[in-house]
Nanobody, 127 residues
Framework: QVQLVESGGGLVQAGGSLRISCAAS????????MGWFRQAPGKEREFVAA????????YYTDSVKGRFTISRDNAKNTVYLQMNSLKPEDTAVYYC????????????????????WGQGTQVTVSS
């Protein structure tokens, strides 16, 4: 069993930056592909970014490319999402997720293929 705990959310003005973190329990964290998702009020949960177990491969949804960076520190069992140039439309609850499945392309993971989820952290961007 893996437990994921997000932190670092908050209120930020448009154009600002925020880094959110996800701490994972378990000794096999370094073998998981990790992802960040977000869900705005009244909308479905959507993919934001993913990172391979080594950190060598990353993948982003188009709307955050060039603004967000996903990274991980396997020694600390933590994955990060650095968010720059934030926009009001980035406002959402952000969730981290882990999958034990292996795929050659991390862009191929469906939301439902992530096995473990955190409780989420609220990110609010004011205009």
């Amino acid at each position: 069993q893996v437990q994921l705990v997000e932190s670092g959310g908050g209120l930020v003005q448009a154009g600002g930056s925020l880094r959110i973190s996800c701490a994972a329990s378990g000794r096999t964290f370094s073998t998981y592909t990790m992802g960040w998702f977000r869900q705005a009020p009244g909308k479905e949960r959507e993919f934001v970014a993913a990172i391979s177990w080594t950190g060598g491969r990353t993948y982003y949804t188009d709307s955050v490319k060039g603004r967000f960076t996903i990274s991980r520190d396997n020694a600390k069992n933590t994955v990060y999402l650095q968010m720059n140039s934030l926009k009001p439309e980035d406002t959402a609850v952000y969730y981290c997720a882990a999958t034990t499945r292996w795929k050659s392309r991390i862009s191929d993971y469906d939301l439902h293929e992530y096995d473990y989820w955190g409780q989420g952290t609220q990110v609010t961007v004011s205009s």
